[in-house]
């Protein structure tokens, strides 16, 4: 990882744009929706350290280099990081590709090196991102508290949440209707059931990571813990959550699966095939709920 992704808080901060050009008429038009107070500033009050006092951030964009370097030196002592378009070099971050979702923001960056790169992945993971996930998200964060109450137990409460993110209340929400999406949310928190929404997903690992299917991607990034079997490559396991605990194949019982999955959680098993198929009629002999997921055919 060359560079660190990280988010800041725009609700309540200052961001200050300084210099000219269609490089700084483009931060305006990024910040334009945020909830940042956005200050534009020219020529010499751009030089001055008072000028950025309070700022979070600063984009400088200027044709003459003096100024670029004069107006970040001047930003960077009043405080904030600093962003010069088109110069990393000067920079104390890269602007991403980002895809504006309101509460969801998805950002793509190659560390200064090839933003063309980060915009033409842009245009091809926008489509897959639906319009109404921010407000979903919103929705979310409104009812955190009763969703909590609700599940206390993490495992559960993440499958509750994974329920909400397909059918009626994810469709009202992608629609515009928050009121509806809210009010069906609601009803499925106060009439919830105590019955383990648990699985153990068994994965037939492909040998490269470009044949695994879309639905085991999905899998392993959401699985509340990872079991692969030795061998398996690597370049599948970073696919799964950062946060999930690991287990080789090797030390994991079919009975240790059947409990994770009576207690609600959700098992990604990365093995090959023939290690699937023993350990799938172990957990059918223990009744246990389990599903398998094979490369396409042809794969």
């Known amino acids: 990882m060359e560079a660190f992704p990280a988010f800041f808080p725009l609700r309540g901060a200052r961001v200050v744009i300084a210099g000219e050009g269609e490089g700084a008429d483009a931060k305006a038009r990024l910040m334009a929706g945020s909830p940042a107070a956005v200050d534009r500033i020219e020529g010499d009050a751009g030089l001055a350290p008072e000028a950025y006092a309070g700022a979070v951030i600063a984009f400088v964009a200027h044709p003459q280099a003096g100024y670029r370097q004069a107006a970040a030196s001047a930003a960077r002592a009043a405080g904030a990081v600093v962003n010069v378009v088109d110069h990393p070099e000067l920079s104390d971050f890269h602007t991403p590709a980002i895809i504006d979702r309101g509460h969801v ?16 992945l842009r245009a091809e993971l926008e489509a897959k991102i639906p319009p109404g996930l921010g407000r979903l998200a919103a929705l979310f964060g409104g009812l955190r508290a009763e969703t909590r109450a609700a599940f ?13 993110l397909t059918g009626p209340v994810a469709e009202a929400a992608d629609a515009g209707d928050v009121a509806l999406a809210e009010r069906m949310m609601r009803s499925a ?54 946060d999930a605990p690991r287990r080789p194949l090797a030390q994991t019982q079919a009975s240790f699966l059947a409990g994770e999955a009576a207690e609600g959680r959700q098992t990604a098993v990365l093995a090959t095939a023939d290690r699937l198929d023993a350990l799938a009629a172990a957990l059918a002999g223990l009744e246990a709920p389990h599903r398998r997921l094979d490369p396409a055919p042809g794969a």
């Open 105 to 120: 923001v998805a950002a793509i960056g190659t560390g200064g090196a090839a933003p063309i790169m980060a915009a033409l």
């Open 189 to 242: 928190l106060s009439g919830r059931s105590d019955a383990p929404t648990g699985c153990v997903w068994l994965i037939a690992a492909p040998a490269v990571r470009d044949l695994l299917s879309l639905r085991a991607a999905r899998v392993l990034a959401e699985a509340d813990l990872l079991v692969a079997d030795d061998g398996v490559d690597p370049e599948l396991e970073v696919l799964a959550r950062r």
């Open 152 to 164: 206390p137990d993490l495992s559960r409460r993440r499958a509750f949440l994974r329920s909400m």
